[in-house]
Structure formats: structure tokens, C-alpha cells
């Protein structure tokens, strides 16, 4: 189901994308768990669906709790974590945080 929500986001059916993520990560939520690698995949999946939507304020909010799980559970030189610092970054510039996002991709 993450492929298809990442296919119909592709599409530019970004709220039909962003139902099926949040699917997605409450049913690897129960399954797995919150704190384990494809969750938290999941969950950086839908915070990058937010911010196409122009939600940038849940983005922001949804990308700093995977960079800080990611954090604890990959270490902060995992390739996903870093990835996920750099969309973090991104959604920051985004919202006109510029120190913060140039802070965050000096650590990229």
C-alpha cells in the first residue's frame, strides 16, 4: 500500500496519497511498531506528502519526530536519518527558516 500511496502522490493525487499514508503508518504502527525502521519510513513518506499539500507546518512536525526516532534507533549517520534531516532542512527553507535549514544541512 506505501507504493501506491507513493504512485498516486506521483500522480498529483496528493489527498488520496496522504489518506493512504496515514493508512499505512497506523497499520505498521500496531504491526511493528512506532520506533521500528519501516515505520519510521512510512512516517517520513507522509511527511513529505504533507509538505506537496503545502502543509508544511504538519511536515515540519512529522519530519522532526522521525529525524529524532531515527536518531535513537539508526544513529544520526544512518543513510535514513541523514535523509531525513536533509527533508527536514528542506521543509524548513520551505517556511522561511533559513538558519535552521542551512544548521541542519551543514550536518548532512
Not at 22 to 31: A, D, I, P
Not at 32 to 61: F, I, K, W, Y
Not at 88 to 106: F, I, N, P, Q, T
Amino acid at each position: 500500500m506505501n507504493n501506491l500511496a507513493l504512485c498516486v502522490g506521483l500522480r498529483g493525487d496528493h489527498v488520496e496519497a496522504e489518506r493512504l499514508h496515514r493508512r499505512v503508518l497506523e497499520v505498521q504502527t500496531e504491526v511493528l511498531g512506532e520506533r521500528h525502521p519501516s515505520t519510521l519510513s512510512s512516517m517520513h513518506n507522509l511527511a513529505s506528502c504533507l509538505e506537496s499539500r503545502g502543509d508544511h507546518v504538519e511536515a515540519e512536525q512529522l519530519h522532526r519526530r522521525v529525524v529524532e526516532m531515527q536518531t535513537e534507533v539508526l544513529g544520526e549517520q544512518h543513510p535514513s536519518t541523514l535523509d531525513s534531516m536533509n527533508s527536514l532542512a528542506m521543509c524548513l527553507k520551505s517556511r522561511g527558516d533559513h538558519v535552521e535549514a542551512v544548521r541542519l544541512h551543514r550536518r548532512v
